[in-house]
């Protein structure tokens, strides 16, 4: 990975066994300060909540795996462009540590 490199995860408990430390600490792998379930750092979890919601209200929901694809591809493509530009805006008040207004 490179001299530069910084392991992340999500803080999930299963990422913080005695086990899992003990790996990261014998190969030398630097882990990345990162709050647990922090919205405010990663809008993705607000894309993944968009995209569930709109799956869960369709009539006929996606029974197969290529339903499912098919259904996402779609949600996504509906996705409204306000609520991208407010997600990738809101990364510039996180770094600077400012409450994220939606």
């Known amino acids: 990975m490179g001299l530069q490199f910084l392991f992340m995860d999500d803080n999930a408990p299963c990422h913080r066994t005695v086990a899992a430390e003990q790996l990261l600490e ?55 462009q306000q609520l991208i530009d407010t997600l990738i805006l809101s990364m510039g008040l996180a770094v600077r540590g400012d409450h994220i207004p939606y």
């Open 26 to 80: 014998s190969e030398g792998i630097e882990r990345m300060d990162w709050p647990a379930r922090s919205p405010d750092i990663n809008p993705i979890e607000d894309v993944w909540n968009f995209l569930g919601r709109r799956l869960a209200a369709r009539t006929l929901p996606p029974v197969t795996i290529r339903e499912l694809r098919l259904a996402l591809q779609d949600e996504w493509a509906a996705m409204p």
